[in-house]
């Protein structure tokens, strides 16, 4: 240990787990704790007293990974932190998550074995990923006074019901609605920032439209085919009366089509 470093961690307070249950627990993910990870770096400790920043200058337990992930960010705060961790965290394990979410054991039955190996690899690192995202962090103690855990979402609400896990919620939505699960998944991660009731409602106006227009192409080909029409003259004819008669569905609209052009 050079005398630089001694010098420096002088600055900080060890923080310990309040609980024995935490003892040796890494402080953002619960893993085995191996490391010790400043707050805020000690490479930023000097530069951070000499521009007399606001900082917790504390040091806690955490494993090799969380804390190579934190070693070169410069969050002053425990609560900063932590928040940049979940999120390198998730980031750097987004594909395995996707597949735990995505895929159950039980439909790797059919699967060719070198798929079956790979996704099955796939849902054990995933889950144990969404674990260490999940993971609420412990009561630390400080030179004799407690800091409680920051607060974590451990709530989810779909349609009115309370679902206190991610997983939980997200199977609700897959039994429940008619979403295809890789589309949904991606839907509520990359634009809904998790919140169910707004992926579901995004879901439905995006792919029930699309599933609408498609019906709605094969009726007006097969009413054109029907009555020996053109099916182009059909699609244009048939927007110009919807427009005219916005009272009218589709049925209407080519009932309509059918009496004022063709049966004449």
């Not at 992930?69 to 961790?85: F, G, H, I, M, Q």
């Not at 059919?110 to 609420?136: C, N, W, Y």
């Not at 920051?150 to 896990?165: A, L, P």
């Not at 009555?227 to 182009?232: T, V, Y």
């Amino acid at each position: 240990m050079s005398k630089h470093f001694e010098t420096l961690s002088k600055y900080y307070q060890k923080a310990l787990a309040k609980s024995i249950e935490f003892n040796h627990a890494c402080y953002y993910c619960g893993c085995e704790a191996t490391d010790t990870d400043y707050c805020p770096p000690l490479s930023d400790c000097e530069l951070v007293i000499e521009l007399s920043e606001t900082a917790d200058f504390v040091a806690v337990s955490s494993c090799y990974e969380c804390s190579a992930l934190l070693k070169n960010e410069r969050d002053l705060t425990l609560v900063s932190r932590v928040k940049k961790l979940k999120s390198k965290l998730a980031k750097k394990y987004a594909q395995a998550v996707r597949i735990f979410h995505v895929w159950e054991k039980d439909e790797l039955s059919q699967m060719s074995p070198e798929f079956h190996t790979s996704i099955e690899a796939g849902i054990r690192l995933g889950k144990e990923t969404q674990e260490r995202l999940d993971f609420p962090n412990y009561a630390l103690e400080i030179s004799g006074s407690s800091v409680a855990p920051f607060e974590s979402r451990t709530e989810f609400f779909v349609d009115g019901s309370c679902f206190d896990n991610f997983k939980s919620a997200l199977a609700y939505c897959y039994s429940h609605h008619s979403v295809k699960k890789g589309a949904f998944y991606t839907l509520l991660v990359e634009e809904c920032s998790g919140d169910f009731d707004k992926a579901l409602s995004k879901y439905k106006h995006r792919y029930t439209k699309v599933k609408s227009t498609a019906k709605s192409s094969d009726v007006i080909k097969a009413f054109a085919k029907q009555h020996k029409q053109n099916s182009d003259f059909v699609i244009r004819a048939s927007e110009q009366l919807s427009k005219r008669h916005p009272e009218l569905d589709l049925e209407g609209v080519l009932a309509k089509l059918y009496d004022d052009y063709i049966a004449r």
